[in-house]
Each structure stands twice: as structure tokens, then as C-alpha cells.
């Protein structure tokens, strides 16, 4: 398979791979998909809790090169957005973004689904009670 | 050091300069039609193929009236079994294969699934080996046949083929094996493995594409096999159609040099095989050889780097050509079902990478690329959320995965 330069680029430069504090109340965590599946992505968000601007993402994936270029396009999007932003961001836009083809829509749409896993549980941890469903997009 | 780097010999194999140059003559004076038996140019076409029929008989210790021409394995593998279901018919309806075969010879069992013929599917041990307690409970007096390779494709894993055949002998049932990944390896003597049926392709020995040919037994037992392709009753009516004189007479060479230099290339491909691995699993920590590593072909390492994926793997080692089972690798998004006959969780499956090193591989080779190995897996663990978890002494299998 052909790659596009920007997943090469993602691939060979990843940004803003590592861990946040997990047990921080600012930060929300989303892990999704499963070993068995062939993608696990861990994706994180730090929010300022006064403004609700996300100051940090980081992201680590177990995944093919398009899952990597997925998560870690998603943290730069995610860092300087307010949390109602960053739920806007859909994976179209990702698949756009990388132009992946459509065998590898389904690593774009974990990615979509790592950004909404990480703000529910970001906001569950604010006692929020504004839930965040994760989008069924099909692949 | 030539880039990019071949280790994917089990898929294919480049054509020997000599075999090339052995073929050559048979697309330019030689052109003949081995089947025109009244001038000079048929005369001579015929001549390169009863040579090369005793060559490959010679390289299986068979005899060259033994040895039927086709367009390769995928048709030996269809004729073999399709022509025995439909020949031994009134004998029997029963097929025993397993589960760890070619493509070529499970479709082709499916297939006969289809017309009313049983098949069964013999699972395979945690090495990749078959039970023969198993095989041997399986057989009933409606077994017609039985069709076991000799060597994996993807794990190498040599099975225990003059057993299987002594089996199959003693409760006369036919034995196929497709033979493509063991001849030219490592020996095999139809007579010695009990074989009577066997599928040979020429190119992953160093010939031409789309030529092989299938070992067929002329006594004890005498195997007739119902024509799949009818025609001008070509090689002995089993197989219609003009021969491929070029590719025939690359198959022979190919064979004749394997003959030449099997137990030398046995050896240099085993050390640098030995070698590769050593190096691996001195670099990098959780790596695990899939299948048997004593019954296996010498050529063959079939490795799983845990928590990296297959494909970002292959993706960080751009200029050296392997293959993974992982299911982001295929087109169907199913990891391996030879790696999961094993008992291998997908995980497992999805991190493997298979290497098949041959006749033009060299030692800068293998250690350029288990070099750059080790330094990609260090990288992608590092982006590895498993790798961290595992770091932590979590056990991944009690982890509640978010399915969607
Ligand atoms: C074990 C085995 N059987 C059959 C085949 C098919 O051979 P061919 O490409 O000659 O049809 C292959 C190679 O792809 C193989 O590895
Ligand atoms: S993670 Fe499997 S194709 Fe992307």
C-alpha cells in the first residue's frame, strides 16, 4: 500500500506521543479498540478547568501507520480547542486530512472515537452530566 | 548492498541467472511445440522437456515418466485433489486436509464441500505440526485421500510426512502433499516420504513463474487422476494443453542445481536464519519464534514482536521486503488463519512477520536489517500503549476492552 506523505510524516514524526496523568481531574483519558482487533489507542487531554480550552493532548497507539497519523493528527487538532470544539471534529476530517483510503476509514473513525472517550471521561471527572456518545460512524 | 532488501522468499523467488540462461535458447531457435512430432523443431522442443523431467524426478528420487507438467501449484494442487475426488468417487467421499494448508488446496476442498464430498480439516498442535493419533482416527473406509503439505508457507513448519504417508499406505488411502516450499530446501524423496502425489511450482526454487508440475505414482499404488482440463491429451491425458517449453526447461535446471547444492545452501541459509534471530532476540525483549523451531524449514523465521502491529512495523522497514499476519496487512482485515491454527491470540498474529531467506541473501543483509529491526520496534513500543501497560505489570488479558 501507498502511503500519503502527511501519514509518512505522522508515522516518522509522531506528535505529542507520552501519558498524562491519569489520575488528574483535569485530564480525561479514552482508550479504545482492543489487542485483538490490531488497535488500541490511548489518547489524553489536559483541560484548563477555568477556560475549558484543552492546553495538552498526547496519544499512544498500538495500530497500523494510518491508526498512528489518526491520533496523533487528532492530539495537534485537540491542543487550544475548548472541549465543544473538540467534539466537533469528525473523522472525515481526519480522513481528509491523511487522504486514507477506505480500508483504513476504521483507524480515523477509533481516532474519533478516542477524542469523544477522552472528553466523557474528562467530564464525568467534573461531575459533568452532559454525556458524550461516541459517534457510530461506519467504517 | 543492493536496497531494497529480499527477504520474501517464501512468496517468490528470483530466477536463477543460469536457470535464465538455460531457458533462453527454448524462446528463440528453439520454439518448437513439443508436441509436433515431424520436423526438427518439435524434435528439439521435446528433447528440453524429457530433460527436464528427468531432472526433477532425479531431485525427488521419482521417475521422469512420473512427473505431469502444469502452470503451477495452484493447478497441481486442483488436479491432484479434484482428479482423485472425481476418479476414486465410487471408492469413497471422503477428504482429509488441515487446517494450516495453501489457499489452493483448502478452497479447492471447499469446493468439492459443495458437490457432496466430506472433508475433514485436521487442527493443528501449538507447533504447527498435525496430531497423527488424529489423522489416524479421522481415516474411514470412505477416505479417498489425504492432502498434507510438506512445508508452511508462512511458519516453514515441516510436517511429518513420511509418517503421515506410511499411514496413509497401510489403510490405502491416497497421500497428496503439497510439496512447494520443501522441494529445493530440503530433501524429499517421494518414495522414502511415502508421498504418491506431490505439487512442485518452479518458482519458489529459483525458476520461472507460472510453471510447475504435479509427482504422480505409476505403481504401487498406480494414482489415475480425472483430467481437469480437456484437450489434445497432453501429458499422458492428465493435463491438455501446448507445454510452456521455456518454463519447463527452467523447472528442470532449477531442480538440477537444487540437486547440486542443497545440503551447502541448507546450511548458509540455516546460519544466516540462526543468525537473524539471534540477533533479534538479543536487541529487543518479548519477541516469539511461531511453529516449531526444530521441525522447520531452514530458510524460515516466523517471529512476533509483542504489542507492535505488523503493518506499522513493515512500514518503518520500508526498503526490506517481508510480509506480516496481521490483519491490517490483507485486504480481508482477518490476521493469519495459519498463525490462529496454531492457538496464537490475534494479537499475537498481529505482530508477526515473516521472513524467508534464500539463495541470493547475504550476511550484510541480515544483520542491516535485524539492525534496523530492533530500532523500529524500540521505536513503535514507545508509541505502544500495551508495551506501557505490560511496562506497568498489567496483564492485557484481564483488561476490559471497549469492542464497539
Ligand atoms: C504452499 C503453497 N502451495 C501453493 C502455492 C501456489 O503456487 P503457484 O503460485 O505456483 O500457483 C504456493 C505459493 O503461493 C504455496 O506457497
Ligand atoms: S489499525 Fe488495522 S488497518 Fe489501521
Redesign the interface.
Known sequence: MA?SDKV?DH?NN?RN?G?LDRASSSVGTG????????????LQIQVNDATGIIEDAKF??????S??ASSSLATEWLKGKSVDEALQIKNTDIVNELSLPP?KIHCSVLAE?AIK?AISDYRKKQGSDVAVT?A?TVA | MKSPIYLDNHATTRTDPRVLEAMLPYFTENFGNAASRNHEFGWTAEQGVEKARKQIASLIGANAKEIIFTSGATESDNLAIKGVAEMYAEKGNHIITAATEHKAVLDTCKKLEKHGYRVTYLPVQGDGLIDLQMLKEAITDKTILVSIMYANNEIGVVQPVAEIGKLCRERGVLFHSDAVQAIGKIPVDVNADNIDIASITAHKLYGPKGVGALYVRRRSPRVQLTAQMDGGGHERGMRSGTLNVPGIVGLGEACAIAQRELAQEMERTRALRDRLRARLEAGLDEVYVNGSMEHRLPGNLNISFAYVEGESLLMGINDVAVSSGSACTSATLEPSYVLKALGLGDDIAHSSIRFGIGRFNTQEEIDYVSDKLIDVVRKLRELSPLYEMFKEGIDLSTVQWAHD
Open positions: 502511503y509518512l508515522y509522531p506521543v501519558s482508550m479504545v479498540g482492543a489487542p485483538e482487533c490490531g488497535d488500541v489507542m490511548k499512544k497507539t498500538f495500530g497500523c501507520g491508526a498512528i480500508v472515537d472517550a461516541a457510530q
